[in-house]
């Protein structure tokens, strides 16, 4: 019954959007085209954010000639709702989480079926759902992160290229390397930052360190599928227009967007429909298949006089919860002979009980950014020194920043001995607020990647 009525309302849509075209145009810049000259590679973390997200734009490169391949990061087992009301069952052993996995890639594929890709496009990695970000913060060379709910230390799945390979950052960075070499993408499509998930996060903080590790500077379309009261309306209407969400134009994001025919919404409808394990608890997700796709284009933060601009983007005010909570007004990165110095302009003066924890990972001009330091920053308020030690080396002994303030502003200057000398950028993570020491009410403030520092 739920079939035929959406099959009801998927041919009244396309005769409305062909009788009747919105009179308003979807906010964009520019459109995203393609030839038989490039090479597509979408990065899922998950299966179905290729559906929803991309399936307009592999359709598109499929029509241009163009080679598409498909990456899934994971196997999307951390599945706790789609079980029980579509397998009938609920998954509580390790052996039937990883039987979840199995399922839904198989779905990922009967999904890039349906698009028109191949069995030879089609890449799956099958690192632990819900561990990217974990994975990338902390588990570079150290011990393998294991799976909650999978108990696997290394990937469990022979659909994998890379079967039984231990679930560390080095080697999810290296996996992604490997492929990229082979195949060389002329466009890399991949989550971007504003998107609240984690495994989505550090999916583009991993594309990202790959690109600069290899040197390689393809076009870069990056998506958002998971933001609050976003899209809207949150309901099957593919004569509507897709928009970016509302951060993306606040931080001016330039907008990229593929425009989808009637035809092309109903094959994207058919793909989302095939992960069927997610479309009973997440209905909402044949709330993609619109007749436009928007992708955003990386942030242009290369304007180091834009500090204001540069601490919205990292430090955007929405994510801030406490009113009283000291809110990043201004942003900004030099390197010198010195070092490399963070300045911070707080909105009000930190007192000795407040910290403010940082995590820098330098990304080096030579590449090899898994080898190098991943640094741990504690600045306490008024301190003249913050304490930094090597997440990659936790034995070694903690040494100093040095710190200076201006008013409400703080600058950490960090040798270049500890960031590995000259720098193509570095991601930050500021956690704790800056902080209060009620760690309750700690939070990740914002992941980014700072642009390459001059």
Known sequence: MAALVLS???????????????????????????????????????????????????????????????????????????????????????????????????????????????????????????????????VWTSKPYRSGVTNAASVPYAESTVAGQPQTAMNLLTDLE????????????????????????????????????????????????HVPGWPRPLRYAPFVDAYAPPAARVLGLRQEVVHLTPQE????????????SELLPFATLVAFARRTEVFLAPADLTDRTDAVRTAKFFFPINRVGDEDRPVIQTFSVTDSAGGLQLSLEMGRVLNRLEEMELFLFPVPTTGGFGSAPKLHVIYRGGAATAEVSDLEHPTAKPVIARVSHDGTTISLTFDNALTGGRLQGFFLRIEKGPGRVDLTRSRTVWIGVVPAVS
């Open 178 to 225: 490997q492929v990229m070499t082979s195949f060389r993408p002329t466009i890399v499509v991949y989550p971007n930052l504003i998107d609240f998930h984690p495994d989505h996060q550090a999916t583009e903080l991993f594309v990202i360190a790959a690109l600069a590790d290899l040197h390689l500077s393809p076009q870069r379309l990056e998506y958002v599928v």
């Open 265 to 276: 919404v109903g094959v994207k409808t058919r793909a989302i429909q095939a992960h069927a």
């Open 8 to 138: 009801a309302a998927m041919f009244a849509s396309a005769f409305i959007m062909a009788r009747f075209p919105s009179a308003v145009a979807p906010v964009v810049q520019t459109d995203v085209t393609m030839t038989k000259a490039d090479r597509v590679l979408v990065l899922s973390p998950h299966p179905d954010d290729e559906s929803i997200a991309c399936s307009g734009l592999i359709q598109h490169a499929l029509e241009a000639g163009a080679q598409v391949r498909v990456l899934w990061m994971t196997a999307g087992d951390h599945n706790i709702v789609g079980p029980p009301l579509f397998w009938r069952t609920a998954p509580v052993t390790p052996a039937q989480f990883r039987d979840i996995g199995h399922k839904r890639m198989q779905e990922a594929k009967n999904a890039a079926h349906v698009l028109g890709l191949s069995s030879n496009d089609l890449i799956f990695l099958g690192y632990p759902d819900g561990g990217l970000s974990d994975i990338f913060m902390n």
